[in-house]
Each structure stands twice: as C-alpha cells, then as structure tokens.
C-alpha cells in the first residue's frame, strides 16, 4: 500500500495543508486514470481519509477554514469560492484530472465538477449535502443559520458536548470513535467556527439547487454510498443524487450512518475498487 504524506504550501497567500500518496494517476492524467480527489465534509478534515489514502493514493487536503489549513476572516467560504480554491489547488500541484469523492460538504467539489467536467474520470458521492432540490436544512443546521444563536451554540462545543450531539451520527451505539473526537477537537478553533458558520449561512436550500443544477453535464461514470441512519440527510437523496447524475450506481446500506465507512469499514474497499477502474 502507498505511504501517505504530509504536505503543505501556499494558495494565493493561503495556507494549505493536504495528505497525498502514490497512485495510477500521474499529474496530467499521464498515467491514464485520474488523481484521486478526497474532500471532506464538516466538521472534519483530511483526517477521514488516511485509510482511502493508503488503499487508493491521491490527495486530500484540508479544505480553507479546517484543520490545518488557513483560516483567515477575509474569506466568505461559500460554495463557489470552495470551487475555486479547489481549481487552484489541483492548478498548483500539475493535477490535470481527477477521480472525486466527496462527502458531506466536501459537495462543494461537485461545484468545480460542473464547472470542469472534461477534468472528472469518476465521481463518488458519500452521505454529502444535497445540491440538489428539495432538501431543508436540519436542526443542527438552522441553529448554525441563526445570527447569535449559531454563535452561543459554537461557544458551548466541548468533548462532553460533542460526545453527546455525535451519537446521532453513526449506526452504531454511542457516540463517534474517540479518534473521530480528538480529529474535530484538535482544530476546532474560532476559524473554523466562523467557517461553518458562513458556509451554512451563505447556502439556503435554494443556492443549493442552483449550485446543483448541471450536476448531469459531469457525465463521468458515479457511484452513491449511503449510510441510510444519517439523521442529517434523508436516505431520498442518495437516489435524487444517482438521477442527477445520469443513472449513478447506487449503494445504500442500512446498518451506517452518516459516516458510512466508520460503521462499514468495507465501505473503504468498495469506493477504491470503483476508482481502480479504467477510465472511458
């Protein structure tokens, strides 16, 4: 298995941490398969996917405003700034195409997909935030959506707290592993409190469709995993997700939730045997 590292640079005066191994796909796509892409979600970083990483090879950075990255006031942290900065993150590293998988917010990278869909060769879709529409935001969300109250509620964020609100998030009893916790806790700082705050509050369920709306130009091969416990998103949008994409092969699995490969570790093994694929 490829050995992951750790790298970190500089995106127009940001900074910006990513893990990366070997794999197939060379920069330019010279090796005929696209760099596999990871983007993570909220409220986590590139941590979810050293065990992808070390399958699989690829890239995952911390996206700007988590974990190791930047963090700075001066962002707005929309989507289509998302886009941007991951544009400008595969520009810099001579990454030409790439196999994504998102999850959670790590939707924003369907964002880019839309815009760049000649520079997608597969496309996984885990759990992510529904551009798509129909979909209205749960309660933790419009908490998160509401000025001062969004503030009060990041001000109470402690491992007590978020050993108790984590329990809903996975299938299996209790909380989220310990592991999980000290990942969200290690960087949980007031810069990342302000980015889920503006990423939430800058995405109502109508910028959200729109933000969806051409998800059927990407055209490259797709596959949906749903944990169907999720208590943040309904299991219905994991089919919408397959019929905006074009007919996408669909996983749903009811023994997960909303980090599917935390209760179904063999979820980790089915995402990188679809990458391993050659491409069209």
Same mark, same amino acid.
């Given at each position: 298995?490829?050995?992951?590292?750790?790298?970190?640079?500089?995106?127009?005066?940001? !900074?910006?941490? $990513?893990?990366?191994?070997?794999?197939?796909?060379?920069?330019? +796509?010279?090796? +005929?398969?696209?760099?596999?892409?990871?983007?993570?979600? #909220?409220?986590?970083?590139?941590?979810? $996917?050293?065990?992808? @990483?070390?399958?699989?090879? +690829?890239?995952?950075?911390?996206?700007?405003?988590?974990?190791?990255?930047?963090?700075?006031?001066? %962002?707005? /942290?929309? #989507?289509?700034?998302?886009?941007?900065?991951?544009?400008?993150? @595969?520009?810099?590293? +001579?990454?030409?195409?790439?196999?994504?998988?998102?999850?959670?917010?790590?939707?924003?990278? @369907?964002? /880019?997909?839309?815009?760049?869909?000649?520079?997608?060769?597969?496309?996984?879709?885990?759990?992510?935030?529904?551009? %798509? &529409?129909?979909?209205? =935001?749960?309660?933790?969300?419009? #908490? =998160?959506?509401? !000025?001062? @109250?969004?503030? *009060?509620?990041?001000?109470?964020?402690?491992?007590?707290?978020?050993? *108790?609100?984590?329990?809903?998030?996975?299938?299996?009893?209790?909380?989220?592993?310990?592991? $999980? *916790?000290?990942?969200?806790?290690?960087?949980?700082?007031?810069?990342?409190?302000?980015? #889920?705050?503006?990423?939430?509050?800058?995405?109502?369920?109508?910028?959200?469709?729109?933000?969806?709306?051409?998800?059927?130009?990407?055209?490259?091969?797709?596959?949906?995993? =749903?944990?169907?416990?999720? !208590?943040?998103?309904?299991?219905? /949008?994991?089919?919408?997700?397959?019929? &905006?994409?074009?007919?996408?092969?669909?996983?749903?699995?009811?023994?997960?939730?909303?980090?599917?490969? %935390?209760?179904?570790?063999?979820?980790?093994?089915?995402?990188?045997?679809?990458?391993?694929?050659?491409?069209?």
């Amino acid at each position: 298995m490829p050995d992951v590292t750790e790298r970190s640079g500089e995106i127009g005066g940001l !900074p910006v941490f $990513w893990r990366e191994a070997p794999s197939d796909g060379a920069p330019g +796509g010279d090796a +005929g398969r696209g760099v596999p892409l990871y983007l993570h979600g #909220i409220p986590t970083n590139s941590d979810d $996917w050293v065990e992808f @990483l070390a399958r699989s090879g +690829g890239i995952a950075p911390d996206l700007p405003g988590f974990g190791r990255s930047g963090k700075p006031g001066s %962002l707005s /942290f929309t #989507i289509d700034e998302y886009a941007n900065f991951i544009e400008a993150f @595969l520009d810099v590293n +001579g990454v030409e195409r790439v196999s994504m998988v998102v999850h959670d917010w790590g939707s924003v990278g @369907l964002a /880019f997909a839309q815009r760049h869909p000649q520079r997608i060769d597969r496309l996984v879709v885990i759990n992510a935030i529904p551009l %798509l &529409a129909g979909y209205r =935001w749960h309660r933790t969300a419009r #908490i =998160w959506r509401t !000025p001062v @109250l969004g503030e *009060l509620s990041m001000g109470t964020i402690s491992r007590r707290t978020l050993r *108790l609100l984590s329990r809903e998030g996975n299938a299996t009893p209790g909380p989220m592993p310990e592991a $999980w *916790l000290d990942s969200v806790l290690d960087h949980f700082d007031q810069g990342t409190q302000r980015a #889920i705050l503006r990423l939430y509050r800058s995405s109502p369920p109508d910028v959200l469709a729109a933000a969806g709306a051409r998800l059927g130009e990407i055209g490259a091969p797709a596959l949906v995993v =749903w944990g169907t416990k999720d !208590p943040y998103i309904p299991a219905r /949008f994991a089919q919408a997700y397959a019929d &905006a994409l074009g007919g996408a092969e669909l996983v749903t699995l009811d023994d997960a939730g909303h980090w599917p490969w %935390l209760d179904r570790p063999d979820v980790i093994e089915r995402v990188v045997s679809f990458l391993a694929v050659a491409p069209r």
